[in-house]
Protein backbone atom coordinates (compact mmCIF):
# COMPACT_ATOMS: atom_id res chain seq x y z
CA UNK A 1 0.00 0.00 0.00
CA UNK A 2 1.31 3.47 -0.70
CA UNK A 3 0.14 6.96 -0.29
CA UNK A 4 -1.18 7.31 -3.71
CA UNK A 5 -3.45 3.68 -3.29
CA UNK A 6 -4.95 5.89 -0.11
CA UNK A 7 -8.15 8.04 -0.94
CA UNK A 8 -8.77 8.89 2.54
CA UNK A 9 -5.89 10.00 5.29
CA UNK A 10 -7.13 9.83 8.94
CA UNK A 11 -4.81 11.94 11.72
CA UNK A 12 -6.30 11.86 15.08
CA UNK A 13 -5.51 14.11 17.63
CA UNK A 14 -6.24 13.83 21.11
CA UNK A 15 -10.52 13.98 21.30
CA UNK A 16 -10.43 14.96 17.36
CA UNK A 17 -10.04 12.68 14.53
CA UNK A 18 -9.31 14.63 11.22
CA UNK A 19 -10.73 12.89 7.65
CA UNK A 20 -8.65 14.68 4.70
CA UNK A 21 -10.08 13.14 1.43
CA UNK A 22 -8.60 13.23 -2.02
CA UNK A 23 -10.70 15.83 -3.31
CA UNK A 24 -9.50 18.60 -0.78
CA UNK A 25 -12.22 18.07 1.75
CA UNK A 26 -11.26 17.67 5.19
CA UNK A 27 -14.06 16.92 8.14
CA UNK A 28 -13.64 16.00 12.06
CA UNK A 29 -15.04 14.70 14.21
CA UNK A 30 -14.91 14.31 17.67
CA UNK A 31 -14.11 11.32 19.54
CA UNK A 32 -16.78 9.49 21.83
CA UNK A 33 -14.63 7.01 23.04
CA UNK A 34 -15.63 3.26 24.52
CA UNK A 35 -18.37 3.29 26.99
CA UNK A 36 -17.51 2.33 30.85
CA UNK A 37 -19.52 -0.86 29.84
CA UNK A 38 -17.91 -2.12 27.19
CA UNK A 39 -14.05 -1.76 28.21
CA UNK A 40 -15.16 -3.96 31.30
CA UNK A 41 -17.38 -6.54 29.28
CA UNK A 42 -13.84 -6.73 26.95
CA UNK A 43 -11.35 -7.06 29.91
CA UNK A 44 -13.74 -9.41 31.77
CA UNK A 45 -13.95 -11.54 28.89
CA UNK A 46 -10.50 -11.67 28.64
CA UNK A 47 -10.02 -12.51 31.75
CA UNK A 48 -12.52 -15.68 31.63
CA UNK A 49 -10.81 -16.63 28.07
CA UNK A 50 -7.01 -16.88 29.89
CA UNK A 51 -8.29 -19.20 32.69
CA UNK A 52 -9.38 -21.59 30.01
CA UNK A 53 -7.01 -21.48 28.05
CA UNK A 54 -3.99 -24.32 28.37
CA UNK A 55 -6.69 -25.86 30.89
CA UNK A 56 -9.35 -26.98 28.09
CA UNK A 57 -8.25 -28.90 24.87
CA UNK A 58 -9.93 -26.72 22.45
CA UNK A 59 -11.76 -22.91 21.98
CA UNK A 60 -12.91 -22.70 18.77
CA UNK A 61 -14.26 -19.47 19.32
CA UNK A 62 -14.73 -16.30 21.11
CA UNK A 63 -17.63 -14.13 20.66
CA UNK A 64 -16.72 -10.96 22.39
CA UNK A 65 -13.16 -10.16 20.40
CA UNK A 66 -15.54 -10.69 17.45
CA UNK A 67 -17.62 -7.84 15.68
CA UNK A 68 -19.60 -7.68 12.44
CA UNK A 69 -17.41 -4.81 10.78
CA UNK A 70 -19.79 -2.20 8.30
CA UNK A 71 -17.82 -0.28 5.68
CA UNK A 72 -19.50 1.59 2.39
CA UNK A 73 -18.09 0.95 -1.23
CA UNK A 74 -18.03 4.54 -3.70
CA UNK A 75 -21.58 3.96 -5.14
CA UNK A 76 -22.59 0.89 -3.69
CA UNK A 77 -26.46 0.30 -2.91
CA UNK A 78 -25.83 -1.90 0.19
CA UNK A 79 -23.05 -1.71 2.73
CA UNK A 80 -20.36 -4.67 3.24
CA UNK A 81 -20.24 -6.77 6.45
CA UNK A 82 -17.46 -8.93 7.41
CA UNK A 83 -15.81 -10.25 10.31
CA UNK A 84 -13.13 -8.57 12.15
CA UNK A 85 -11.04 -9.64 15.20
CA UNK A 86 -10.19 -6.46 17.32
CA UNK A 87 -8.99 -5.88 20.71
CA UNK A 88 -8.24 -2.53 23.24
CA UNK A 89 -5.01 -0.72 22.99
CA UNK A 90 -2.70 0.81 25.18
CA UNK A 91 -2.35 4.29 26.13
CA UNK A 92 0.04 6.27 23.90
CA UNK A 93 2.29 6.47 26.40
CA UNK A 94 2.47 2.78 27.09
CA UNK A 95 2.51 1.30 23.78
CA UNK A 96 6.10 0.93 22.96
CA UNK A 97 6.27 -0.58 26.70
CA UNK A 98 4.05 -3.28 25.76
CA UNK A 99 4.87 -4.12 22.18
CA UNK A 100 8.61 -4.49 23.12
CA UNK A 101 7.75 -6.68 26.30
CA UNK A 102 5.53 -9.07 23.88
CA UNK A 103 7.96 -8.98 21.03
CA UNK A 104 10.61 -10.04 23.35
CA UNK A 105 8.72 -12.88 24.72
CA UNK A 106 7.71 -13.98 21.42
CA UNK A 107 11.09 -14.32 20.17
CA UNK A 108 12.40 -16.04 23.62
CA UNK A 109 9.42 -18.78 23.18
CA UNK A 110 9.46 -19.11 19.17
CA UNK A 111 11.59 -22.36 19.34
CA UNK A 112 9.75 -24.15 22.22
CA UNK A 113 6.59 -26.29 21.65
CA UNK A 114 3.43 -23.65 21.66
CA UNK A 115 1.28 -25.50 24.71
CA UNK A 116 4.05 -25.60 27.18
CA UNK A 117 4.80 -21.56 26.73
CA UNK A 118 0.93 -21.05 27.25
CA UNK A 119 1.07 -20.03 31.16
CA UNK A 120 4.17 -17.30 30.18
CA UNK A 121 1.57 -15.91 27.21
CA UNK A 122 -1.21 -15.68 29.35
CA UNK A 123 0.99 -14.06 31.99
CA UNK A 124 2.03 -11.24 29.62
CA UNK A 125 -1.37 -10.66 28.46
CA UNK A 126 -3.27 -10.17 31.55
CA UNK A 127 -0.73 -7.67 32.74
CA UNK A 128 -2.46 -5.20 29.84
CA UNK A 129 -5.63 -6.57 30.23
CA UNK A 130 -5.68 -6.91 33.92
CA UNK A 131 -4.96 -2.86 33.84
CA UNK A 132 -8.28 -1.11 32.90
CA UNK A 133 -6.36 2.16 33.57
CA UNK A 134 -3.63 1.30 30.78
CA UNK A 135 -6.50 1.09 28.33
CA UNK A 136 -7.07 4.00 25.83
CA UNK A 137 -10.80 4.37 25.78
CA UNK A 138 -11.00 6.69 23.03
CA UNK A 139 -10.25 3.53 19.85
CA UNK A 140 -9.99 0.04 19.27
CA UNK A 141 -7.56 -2.22 17.22
CA UNK A 142 -7.43 -4.63 14.45
CA UNK A 143 -5.25 -6.49 11.83
CA UNK A 144 -6.12 -6.51 7.95
CA UNK A 145 -5.99 -10.20 7.03
CA UNK A 146 -7.65 -10.54 3.84
CA UNK A 147 -7.09 -6.37 1.76
CA UNK A 148 -10.39 -7.71 0.10
CA UNK A 149 -13.52 -5.46 -0.07
CA UNK A 150 -13.24 -4.24 3.81
CA UNK A 151 -9.91 -3.05 2.89
CA UNK A 152 -10.78 -1.16 -0.46
CA UNK A 153 -14.30 0.52 0.85
CA UNK A 154 -11.76 1.83 4.12
CA UNK A 155 -8.69 3.31 2.18
CA UNK A 156 -11.40 5.74 -0.16
CA UNK A 157 -14.13 5.92 2.51
CA UNK A 158 -12.73 5.25 6.29
CA UNK A 159 -16.04 5.69 8.12
CA UNK A 160 -17.58 2.13 9.41
CA UNK A 161 -19.78 0.42 12.15
CA UNK A 162 -18.94 -2.47 14.70
CA UNK A 163 -21.70 -4.72 15.86
CA UNK A 164 -20.76 -6.35 18.78
CA UNK A 165 -22.80 -9.29 20.09
CA UNK A 166 -21.94 -11.35 23.10
CA UNK A 167 -23.05 -14.92 24.28
CA UNK A 168 -26.60 -15.31 25.70
CA UNK A 169 -28.52 -15.23 28.17
CA UNK A 170 -27.23 -11.84 28.48
CA UNK A 171 -26.46 -11.09 24.85
CA UNK A 172 -24.21 -8.13 25.60
CA UNK A 173 -24.23 -5.77 22.50
CA UNK A 174 -22.87 -2.46 21.33
CA UNK A 175 -22.40 -0.83 18.17
CA UNK A 176 -19.27 1.20 17.51
CA UNK A 177 -19.50 4.40 14.95
CA UNK A 178 -16.05 4.81 13.57
CA UNK A 179 -13.13 6.69 11.68
CA UNK A 180 -10.71 4.03 11.14
CA UNK A 181 -6.90 5.04 10.72
CA UNK A 182 -4.71 2.49 8.65
CA UNK A 183 -1.22 2.12 10.36
CA UNK A 184 1.78 0.15 8.90
CA UNK A 185 4.19 -2.34 10.27
CA UNK A 186 7.09 -0.28 12.29
CA UNK A 187 3.90 2.16 14.02
CA UNK A 188 4.19 1.29 17.46
CA UNK A 189 -0.03 0.82 17.51
CA UNK A 190 0.67 -1.91 14.54
CA UNK A 191 3.56 -3.51 16.69
CA UNK A 192 1.10 -3.74 19.76
CA UNK A 193 -1.81 -4.82 17.94
CA UNK A 194 0.60 -7.42 15.72
CA UNK A 195 2.60 -8.99 18.90
CA UNK A 196 -0.75 -9.24 21.13
CA UNK A 197 -1.86 -11.50 18.48
CA UNK A 198 0.77 -13.63 18.21
CA UNK A 199 0.32 -14.39 21.58
CA UNK A 200 -2.19 -16.48 20.84
CA UNK A 201 -1.69 -16.81 16.98
CA UNK A 202 -2.23 -20.66 16.94
CA UNK A 203 -5.27 -21.08 18.99
CA UNK A 204 -8.45 -22.11 17.15
CA UNK A 205 -10.67 -19.01 17.79
CA UNK A 206 -7.89 -17.17 15.70
CA UNK A 207 -7.35 -17.00 11.73
CA UNK A 208 -4.08 -18.12 10.96
CA UNK A 209 -1.99 -16.18 8.11
CA UNK A 210 1.63 -15.46 7.04
CA UNK A 211 1.61 -11.72 8.40
CA UNK A 212 -0.42 -8.84 7.95
CA UNK A 213 0.14 -6.09 5.48
CA UNK A 214 -0.47 -3.29 8.22
CA UNK A 215 -3.56 -2.64 10.84
CA UNK A 216 -6.47 -0.51 11.79
CA UNK A 217 -7.36 1.93 14.34
CA UNK A 218 -10.97 2.29 14.89
CA UNK A 219 -11.57 6.22 16.78
CA UNK A 220 -15.29 5.60 18.49
CA UNK A 221 -17.09 8.74 17.76
CA UNK A 222 -20.40 7.78 18.78
CA UNK A 223 -21.11 4.74 20.86
CA UNK A 224 -24.68 3.03 21.29
CA UNK A 225 -25.20 0.15 23.84
CA UNK A 226 -27.51 -2.35 21.87
CA UNK A 227 -27.80 -5.02 24.96
CA UNK A 228 -31.68 -6.81 25.19
CA UNK A 229 -33.83 -5.56 27.57
CA UNK A 230 -37.35 -6.19 29.49
CA UNK A 231 -39.59 -4.04 27.61
CA UNK A 232 -40.72 -1.15 28.99
CA UNK A 233 -37.35 -0.79 31.28
CA UNK A 234 -35.40 1.54 29.26
Same mark, same amino acid.
Given at each position: ??Q??????V???????????? &???????????L /? /?????W???????? *????? =????? =?T?? /??????????????????A?K?????????LL?? +??????N?????????? /???????? =????? *????A?A?D?? #??????? *???????????N?LA??? $??G???? +?? =?F??? #???????????? $????RS??????????? $???? &? $???????????????S???????
Amino acid at each position: MTQKDMKAKVVAHGQVVVVMRG &DGTTREYAIEGL /P /PDFIAWQIEARQAL *FQRLG =SEPSI =STFA /PHLPTLVTWGEGALFPNLAAKGMGLLPQDKLLEE +YAIEFENLLAHLANRPW /PETMRERV =SAAQR *FYGQAEAVDRR #CLGGLEI *FEGTTYRNLLSNPLASLL $YVGPGPR +YR =SFQLD #CVVEVVAPGDPR $YRFIRSIRGLFEHERFH $YQQP &D $YPFGYVFWVVEARDKSLRVRGKG
